[in-house]
């Protein structure tokens, strides 16, 4: 039995063939509408989501299993003081595979330490979210046709970013990839991820606090959202939440290959008037999030058929 708590949980060849088996599926859906009956997938979310839970229900419905669990902490035995070691135990009963999503960083490995059934970690705090990096990846390699060399542009709240974390951890391990951090200084990346990551690795990467400086080297945009939720200061938020807001006047400083990725949902630091730009692909996203979904749900309940 094996979890998906981080990226770096399969090997590139495994993230490979992940990404290849939902390529397959967005090509014949219909060759999977069945090969997850009798199978049932817990959606563990102790916090709110619209995309992420919505996207792994639509994805287990998809290949024809069923869907059971709770969309807030205060839906759960959690508002009576349940541990999330008892509440796995307790769902390993009633379900094949579950997805937790949980503000605490480390809920979904404490998880998967007591679980009896597949755990993915759908988001846990400001540390991980390893399903939104499937789903970017696929997006990337949709539209750019490959997962190497490439410049990446990071722009936004990359200190509690788990979207962004997570992203720089997967593309890490391949060839020819290079960075541009775009954030203000108080929400630079973490100097763990620097350091761990980036430079372990001898990763080129630029820290910058323009924008429209690095629009022109960049083959993929993505943007973050400062999250309030993250924020013990509202004073703070307020100060920094428009920091970066990416407009049709800042797209024209872009290559016109040059894609807008964002993991949504966002506020205000992607201007509407951006959405109708062949550039913008952040919806495209949200539909290679089922796809990626449904291939990892495949793989680790063993489903994948052989050739």
């Avoid at 960083?105 to 759908?122: K, M, W």
Wanted: with cysteine.
């Amino acid at each position: 039995m094996r979890h998906f708590l981080n990226p770096l949980d399969f090997s590139v060849e495994e993230l490979d063939q992940v990404l290849s088996l939902a390529e397959q599926i967005r090509e014949n859906p219909e060759r999977y509408a069945h090969v997850a009956e009798g199978k049932k997938l817990a959606t563990l979310f102790y916090e709110p989501s619209t995309r992420t839970r919505l996207s792994f229900e639509s994805a287990m419905l998809n290949l024809g299993g069923k869907v059971l669990g709770f969309h807030s902490e205060n839906s759960s035995s959690a508002t009576k003081g349940e541990s999330v070691a008892d509440t796995i135990r307790v769902i390993s009963c009633y379900a094949d595979i579950a997805a937790i999503r949980h503000p605490k960083e480390g809920a979904p490995l404490v998880a998967a330490q007591y679980s009896r059934i597949p755990v993915i970690n759908a988001g846990d705090g400001g540390h991980q979210h390893p399903t939104q990096t499937l789903t970017d990846m696929l997006t990337i390699r949709t539209l750019k046709g490959r997962l190497k060399n490439l410049t990446i542009g990071l722009c936004g709240d990359l200190k509690f970013g788990r979207t962004v974390h997570s992203l720089i951890n997967a593309l890490s391990r391949y060839t020819g990839i290079r960075f541009v951090l775009i954030s203000p200084e108080v929400l630079r990346l973490p100097t763990y991820v620097i350091q761990d990551v980036l430079k372990s690795k001898k990763i080129p990467y630029q820290e910058t606090t323009t924008l429209e400086e690095a629009l022109p080297e960049l083959d993929i945009l993505y943007m973050t959202r400062v999250q309030r939720e993250r924020f013990f200061s509202e004073d703070e938020y307020l100060r920094l939440k428009d920091s970066y807001i990416l407009d049709r006047a800042k797209m024209k400083l872009a290559p016109k290959d040059m894609y807008v990725l964002h993991p949504l949902p966002r506020v205000n630091e992607i201007s509407v008037e951006v959405d109708d730009d062949p550039r913008a692909a952040y919806f495209l996203q949200v539909q290679c999030g089922v796809y990626a979904r449904m291939a990892l749900i495949m793989t680790l309940l063993g489903l994948v058929p052989t050739a």
